[in-house]
Structures are given as structure tokens and as C-alpha cells.
């Protein structure tokens, strides 16, 4: 493996860790909306009874 490839290699392993922190945010910025919303469910529901 001559230096260039070694180089080329290093990039792409670190263009997969940002992808994957890119998914884990979004995923973690929907479950926090989802928490939101079942809460505000949980609250109208209180309200009514």
C-alpha cells in the first residue's frame, strides 16, 4: 500500500464516521420530537379526564 492509498483510505474511513454522526443526530433529533409529542399526548389526555 504506497502512501497516497494509505492517505485515500484514512479519508474515506473518516467520511464514513461523519455520515454516521449525521444519522445518529437525525435519528436522535426525531426521537426527541417523537418523546414530544407522546408527552403532549399524555398531558391532553390528563386534561380531558
Known sequence: MSG???IDGIFLI???LVL???LCERGYE???A???R???KK???ARMA
Open 30 to 32: 426525531a426521537y426527541k
Open 20 to 22: 454516521f454522526i449525521n
Open 34 to 36: 417523537y418523546k414530544a
Open 43 to 45: 398531558r391532553m389526555k
Open 4 to 6: 497516497p492509498d494509505a
Open 14 to 16: 473518516l467520511e464514513c
Open 38 to 40: 407522546k408527552e403532549e
